[in-house]
Every structure is written in structure tokens, then in C-alpha cells.
């Protein structure tokens, strides 16, 4: 509650120290790979202005490389480099690669045929003409495409927090799925000022005339390495466990907060996107993780949940959430939802989740499957009488849910069907719904209490303990504060836990999260 | 001091040069002469190696130019070009001292040779702290030629040298160049397509035409005594401005009236027909005092000049 009311000033003095270490491993990440992409870049530039022929190829592998949308290239390099640093310089400077080959080669294919001529007549080396003639004639626009490739890389940058590389996407994502305003403006400020600010010197330096342009190019390397250097890898732990937890998990009472303040837990914690924990579980790269209850990659990855057992995570029974409105507007939808009311169970869940994200079925065909298990499933019927639109969160089970949502409503409805799945975290699929972006999407009582209501502490823990409590005052609540019901729960809790690795669960003799403290205070 | 023997040089499939041997001696001006796609620029850069011929052999000072190493080759023969091809991030004088830092002199001479130079190219001293873009285009081009001369090369490449000037600009440095001391002293192969210039400026022109020289000689002996229709043609639409400058007025003297009389300012007779002639229309002068051999002098206006030339073609052609 008291978040809401906090300005974002005091949002950010408040967490000045870490905004203070964010921003210092926005900047190193940012300037160690422009340093790389310029070590690779520059010679790559310079020897295809050299052999025009070998252009088209460099500049097209540079320009694919480019396009790989940033999250999934990151996904790409965790099997190769794992999680952290590592992974994200390499994807930042491939994203710095094409401006600055680019620019390094127009730069020197666009110096004057005469000037060339004249220095090759006048007896300059290879060498020299290169050094003395080329590189200077050129540097205005080899240095326009290191400008384009710091800012393009301040953006990406913020990505980098989805595994676990630190950086300003800490407070950005975080603030995302905790519907933090001030969190995400206080990443967000930073960054776009850096852009801002890089840019601007990066302009004033470009535009310098030749004279101060050559000191200024002795020094800008220094700067350059100086800034890299703010990156100073997180390895001073000594600690024995590693955690990686969501942007999400760390900001909530049911999460980080609650570890620290109910069990006292205190272990190495980095910050990770929930897409690439399990693996990063599974690869050793992290011990322990903040995981959902339901997810197939538990069984996938041979995961063990630690027992709750002081209570800090609440119940979290997922239940289609729907604007009042779209009720009156599609009088069947209701009825139809509410079919899938209590028929999926844990097991069922983790099952489903498990078919999607390790065996790698389609949605569609895991939605059809149980469908016709459970006799619910009929033949779409095409129907005319408006879309209903269904949103869903960007993880598997959402997807699952979508897709056995939308064959329900064409299956018994006259409804056509619209599906916006993947909104990117609570916050966004919540907005979504608030501004008729969507009709419904499926949500979960703990997280609808905690994130979305955020009612005081003690109520809070009053509710937290009971299913039926939460679901009436959440129920209740919606109605009155946004006009959204809350149709009947699907059935299966989908709560967080902590997980580790069967295998190391067993060796530590750790079951709990009371263990886990335990075993972590005695190394 | 230059001998090209049988040079050829294939560009894809077109034959860009066909066997063409000269010689320049020691300071004398060769003008290699033709329409665009000649041949001849590319001649010229084999000269310097900026061009490596297929066949054949080149020699400067009796010295074969292969055997020498390019860059050291091209440190010692000055190069000027029609784009003048200044560094603009380079200061003039930073231009200007380009090859004597190659050659690693010392800084006092550098700066001492560079500003002997600049003298006699008629340029004030504050240019030398400017960049090439702050300067006219006549300026640009005698930067071009002190940084050619600073070294003070016996051999001298210029390619289409006054190409990129105004016509303005480009008589008057024509002039100034033909006057240059410093000029006389080269052996210089120059490149043009502009017959005026390659009549004012050389000492033998090359005439050559689809990759192969057609004709050597002098002026005079293209004008008068071509070869072939080749040279005629060539020379054909400009031929009364050629005869004019080829002409000078001792050819003429005998048909000149004879008039001796004394006067303080002459003019020497080896001065052309057409530079009399111009110093007549400008100057406002209705007579000129010509002081020819054995000191005799003659004065003479426009018509009497025309009247002698016209004496002196007929009596030519009838030879």
C-alpha cells in the first residue's frame, strides 16, 4: 500500500544504492561490448571496404544477426555461455556490430577517388594511407555508427536483466510485474537519460572540427575502457548456494521480502527472468529458484519444491477475470468459462504444462487433448455475434489456458474468438484488461491480492492463509474498485515455491525452506 | 631522362595502351595530347606506377622502375592532378610538408622550403594554417603544385593540372607556370586534352589516339607538317589560334616594315604572333617597339602584325 502513495523520489532515494550500482552495470555492460563490437567491427569494416566482394556477405550476416529479436538471442546464448555477464555482452555486441561495419565501410568507400590517388602518388605506404588518410577522412562516420551502436545498446541493455547480467531492466521488469510505477520509472529515467546523454557528447564529438577531433580520439578509447570497467562481475560471494529469483518475486511480500523477514533466509540472490531460471537451475548455474507450483519444467528439469512451512506463500487458485461489461455484452461467456470450473486439479496442471514446455507440443493441440479427456470439447461454429478477446501472461500455462478458453467459446458460443497472448507480466494483461483492450484473462487470487489490490499488511496475512477467504474479499474488491468479476477457480493452486534440485535437495538433506535457512547459516 | 619502350596495358578486354614508346630529355615538357579515352592518363600513372604496365619497359635515369620500391619510386617525382587531391584534414602547410616529412626532413627546412615556395607561387603566407576547403579553386591548384615541388623532384607528372579551373583562372596560372623558374629546371610529362594549353605549355607534344601515340614533335611540326588526317582534324578547329601562337615574331621579321627606329621599351622578338596580339587589345597600345636580332627594332601596330603573319603563311605554304 505505501508504495503506491511514495513519489518516485522517494522511490529512488530510497533505493538509491542499488539504482547507483544498476546504472554503474548498465554503463560497464553497455561500453565493455561497444569496446568488443569496435575490436570486431573496425577491421571487419575496414577489410571489406578493401575486398568489396566479401561486403554484401559481412554486411548481410551482420544485418540477420541484427534482426534475432534481443530476447531470444539471449535465450539462444545460455545452452553456449550460461547466465550472467557473459551471455549478455555477446548479444549486445552483436547488436553493435552492423552500425559500426556499416559505417566503418561506407566511411572509407566515401573518401574522395583523388584524395586516395593523391597519397598513394606522393608515396605513403599502404599503411600510412590507411592511418593517415583513410581512418581521419573516415572517422566522422565510423564515429556516427558507434553512436548508433551505444544507444541501440543502452536500450538493449535493459534486457540483459532477464539473465541475470544486473543492469537498469532490474527496476524496469520488476516494476512491470509488480505494477510499480515508480519502480519502472526509476529504471526507465535513468536509461533513456544515458541514451540521451551518450548520445549528445557522442554528437558533440562527431561534429568536433578536425583539429580537436584528434585529441579528443586519443582520450575516447581511455573513456571508453574506464566506463567498460564499472562492470565489475558480481564474484565476491562467498556464499555457498546461489538463488535466482524473477524481477517479480524479489519486490513481493509473498516473495524475497517475506524470505528475509519470516525465515530470515539470507543467500546470494541474482536477478533472472522466469524463461530461462529452470534451465539455469538445471545447468547448475543457480541452486535455488523462485518457481510456480504447477510448472511442467519442475518435472522436466527434475526439480523438488522445499515446503513452505511458515506459510508465506498464499493461495493462488487461477480463475478467468472478466470486465462486467463484456459479461452483458456476450450473455453466454459466463456459462461457458465456468465448464472449466474445478476440472483442472494440480496434477492435471503440472501435466499440461509439462507437455508444453518440455515435450514442446502446441498449446492448441494440449488444449484439444484435454478437452476431449474431459468430454468437453465440440467443433468450432463459426460464429458471427462479436469477438470476445481473450489476454494471457507470457508463461505456458497461460497459453494452455488461452487456447482451451477459446475452443470452449467457439465450441459453445456464437462468439468468434480473438486471443493477445504473452502480455508481458501482470501489470500489462491487468491493464490490458482495464482499458477494453481485452474481455478476460485468466489470474490468480494470490497474485490479484497481493500485486493488484495490495491491501495493508495485516490483511493481508489474515487472507493469505485460506482459499475461500481470499477468493470472496478479491471477488468483492474487483467488483467494487474496477468493475471485474471473478468467475469461478479453474480448480488448481498455482502458488510460488522455492525449488531445488532433486539430486542436491537429497545430498544437503534439504526440504524446507526452514532447512534451507538452516543449512545456509551453518556455511 | 624518361624512355618508355613498347608499353601496353589491357584494362577487362579494352586495350587502353598500345605500344607506345617515347623519350622526355632532361628538362623539356612533354604534353601528352588526345580526347578523353586516349590512353594518355593512363600512360602518365605508369610513369609512377600508380598504373603497372602489362609489357614493357620504363626508365628513369636509366634506371628501370621496377626494380625500385613504388612508395620510394613516387617520393621522388612530383605529382599533380586534375582534382588537385588535397587532404581536407590536413592543414596547407601540413599538405604542402606531406613528402618531405615521408622523407623525414627536419623541421626548419621544411618550413623554410615552404615558404621560398609559396613566394614564387605568388600565395600570402596566411593560407598555410587554412584548410583546403577555405581556399579558391586557383589557390587549391598552386598548393597542388608547391606540394609537387617542395621536394624539388627532377621529374615532374601532371595530370590535366589546370583541368578543375575557370578559364580565368587557368590562363593567368598558365602563365605564371610557363614563368616559374623553378618549372624550367624539370623534366615534365603533362596530360591534357586541351590543345591551347598543350601548344603554350610544351616543348614536344605526343598526339595519340585509341591507346597509340600517333604522332611526337613540336608544336610546329604538327601544325604544319601532321602526319596523317588524324593530327590534322585534331588540330584542325583551333588551327589559326595554333599558327598564332606557334608564330613568333622573329619568324616574321622579314615581312615586317622596316622602320628602324630607337625606343626604350621593347619587347623581344621571340615573343608569338598571339601574345603581341594581346598586347595590343589590352593594353590600348596602338604600337608595339620589337627588339629583334642584332638589336634592331621595329615598331609595329595590329595591322602590319596581321599583314607580316599573312606574308609569312603564304610564303609557307608555298615552300
Known amino acids: ?523 | 631522362m624518361i624512355e618508355l619502350k613498347e608499353i601496353s596495358k589491357k584494362f577487362g578486354d579494352t586495350q587502353a595502351v598500345k605500344q607506345v614508346s617515347f623519350s622526355v630529355a632532361k628538362a623539356e615538357t612533354l604534353v601528352l595530347l588526345g580526347a578523353s579515352g586516349c590512353g594518355k592518363t593512363t600512360t602518365l600513372k605508369m610513369v609512377n606506377r600508380l598504373i603497372e604496365p602489362d609489357s614493357g619497359q620504363i626508365l628513369i635515369n636509366k634506371q628501370d622502375i621496377i626494380a625500385q620500391n613504388p612508395d620510394v619510386l613516387r617520393r621522388g617525382i612530383g605529382y599533380v592532378m586534375q582534382n588537385i587531391g588535397l587532404f581536407p584534414h590536413y592543414t596547407i602547410a601540413g599538405n604542402i610538408a606531406l613528402v618531405p616529412k615521408l622523407l623525414r626532413w627536419d623541421k626548419a627546412k621544411i618550413k623554410s622550403r615552404t615558404q621560398e615556395l609559396i613566394k614564387k607561387l605568388h600565395l600570402p603566407e596566411s593560407i598555410l594554417a587554412m584548410y583546403p576547403h577555405e581556399l579558391s579553386g586557383g589557390q587549391q591548384q598552386r598548393v597542388g603544385l608547391a606540394r609537387a615541388l617542395i621536394t624539388d623532384p627532377p621529374v615532374l607528372l601532371m595530370d590535366e593540372p589546370f583541368g578543375a579551373l575557370d578559364n580565368v583562372t587557368r590562363t593567368s596560372i598558365q602563365k605564371e607556370f610557363k614563368a616559374l623558374e623553378e618549372l624550367k629546371r624539370k623534366t615534365i610529362v603533362m596530360v591534357t586534352h586541351d590543345v591551347q594549353e598543350a601548344f603554350e605549355l610544351a616543348d614536344r607534344i605526343c598526339l595519340m589516339d585509341k591507346g597509340e601515340v600517333v604522332q611526337i614533335g613540336t608544336p610546329k611540326e604538327l601544325l604544319y607538317h601532321p602526319i596523317n588526317d588524324v593530327v590534322k582534324n585534331f588540330l584542325a578547329g583551333q588551327r589559326l589560334v595554333l599558327e598564332f601562337k606557334v608564330t613568333n615574331i622573329q619568324d616574321i621579321w622579314y615581312y615586317l616594315p622596316e622602320g628602324i627606329v630607337y625606343h626604350e621599351e621593347t619587347v623581344n622578338a621571340d615573343l608569338s604572333i598571339w601574345e603581341a596580339m594581346e598586347l595590343l587589345r589590352n593594353k590600348d597600345r596602338s604600337e608595339l617597339f620589337v627588339c629583334g636580332a642584332g638589336k634592331i627594332v621595329k615598331s609595329i601596330n595590329f595591322e602590319q602584325l596581321t599583314k607580316g603573319f599573312n606574308q609569312y603563311q603564304n610564303a609557307q605554304q608555298h615552300e
Open chain 1, 1 to 523: 500500500m505505501n508504495e503506491q502513495h511514495q513519489t518516485l523520489w522517494q522511490f529512488m532515494s530510497g533505493q538509491s544504492d542499488k539504482l547507483f550500482s544498476q546504472t554503474l552495470q548498465h554503463v560497464g555492460l553497455t561500453f565493455i561490448s561497444l569496446i568488443l563490437a569496435i575490436i570486431i567491427g573496425l577491421p571487419l569494416g575496414l577489410l571489406i571496404a578493401r575486398k568489396r566482394k566479401l561486403s554484401g556477405m559481412i554486411l548481410g550476416i551482420a544485418g540477420v544477426l541484427q534482426t534475432i529479436p534481443s530476447i531470444a538471442l539471449l535465450g539462444f546464448m545460455i545452452p553456449v555461455l550460461g547466465i550472467g555477464a557473459k551471455p549478455a555482452i555477446v548479444a549486445l555486441l552483436i547488436y553493435a556490430l552492423l552500425p559500426i561495419i556499416r559505417n566503418t565501410y561506407t566511411g572509407i568507400i566515401g573518401i574522395d577517388l583523388p584524395v586516395k590517388e593523391a597519397a598513394r602518388a606522393m608515396g605513403m605506404s599502404k599503411r600510412q594511407v590507411l592511418l593517415k588518410v583513410e581512418l581521419p577522412l573516415a572517422m566522422p562516420v565510423i564515429l556516427a555508427g558507434i553512436r548508433t551502436a551505444t544507444v541501440i545498446n543502452v536500450g538493449v541493455a535493459t534486457l540483459a536483466s532477464f539473465i541475470a547480467a544486473g543492469g537498469l531492466g532490474e527496476f524496469i521488469f520488476g516494476g512491470i510485474s509488480l505494477n510499480n510505477t515508480n519502480m519502472i520509472l526509476a529504471g526507465a529515467i535513468p536509461a533513456a537519460l544515458l541514451a540521451i546523454i551518450l548520445d549528445a557528447v557522442l554528437s558533440l564529438i562527431q561534429n568536433m572540427d578536425i583539429r580537436k577531433l584528434r585529441k579528443v580520439l586519443y582520450i575516447l578509447p581511455i573513456v571508453i575502457l574506464l566506463l567498460g570497467g564499472f562492470y565489475i562481475l558480481p564474484s565476491a560471494y562467498g556464499a555457498s548456494l546461489t538463488a535466482g529469483f524473477t524481477p517479480e518475486f524479489m519486490g513481493r511480500q509473498d516473495g524475497d521480502l517475506g524470505l528475509k523477514s519470516v525465515y530470515g533466509l539470507k543467500i546470494h540472490t541474482i536477478v533472472i527472468s522466469d524463461a530461462v531460471m529452470y534451465k539455469a537451475a538445471y545447468a547448475k548455474e543457480l541452486d535455488v529458484i523462485s518457481g510456480y507450483s504447477t510448472d511442467g519444467r519442475l518435472k522436466a528439469f527434475d526439480l523438488k519444491i522445499l515446503k513452505d512451512d511458515k506459510n508465506i506463500f498464499p493461495p493462488y487458485y487461477a480463475a478467468p477475470i472478466v470486465r462486467d461489461e463484456a459479461l452483458k455484452q456476450f450473455p453466454d461467456l459466463e456459462k461457458t468459462l465456468n465448464l472449466l470450473a474445478g476440472k483442472i486439479t494440480d496434477s492435471i496442471m503440472t501435466d499440461l504444462n509439462y507437455r508444453t514446455d518440455y515435450l514442446h507440443q502446441q498449446p492448441e493441440r494440449v488444449a484439444k487433448d484435454f478437452l476431449i479427456s474431459k468430454g468437453l470439447y465440440k467443433a468450432p461454429k463459426s460464429g458471427h455475434q462479436g469477438t470476445v478477446r481473450i489476454g494471457s501472461k507470457i508463461f505456458g500455462e497461460q497459453y494452455i489456458l488461452a487456447e482451451i478458453y477459446s475452443m470452449l467459446i467457439k465450441g459453445y458460443t456464437a462468439y468468434d474468438v480473438a486471443t493477445k497472448t504473452g502480455l508481458g507480466g501482470t501489470k500489462i494483461c491487468f491493464d490490458a484488461l482495464l482499458n477494453n483492450q481485452i474481455d478476460f484473462y485468466p489470474e490468480y487470487t494470490g497474485t490479484g491480492l497481493l500485486v493488484l489490490l495490495q491491501p495493508n499488511p495485516k490483511v493481508a496475512k489474515e487472507m493469505a492463509q485460506d482459499k475461500e477467504k481470499t477468493y470472496r474479499y478479491v471477488s468483492a474488491a474487483f467488483e467494487k474498485k474496477f468493475k471485474i468479476k471473478w468467475l469461478k477457480p479453474i480448480g488448481f493452486n498455482n502458488s510460488y515455491a522455492l525449488m531445488m534440485r532433486q539430486k542436491q535437495s537429497k545430498e544437503l538433506n534439504v526440504n524446507s525452506i526452514t532447512d534451507l535457512k538452516n543449512y545456509l547459516d551453518k556455511n
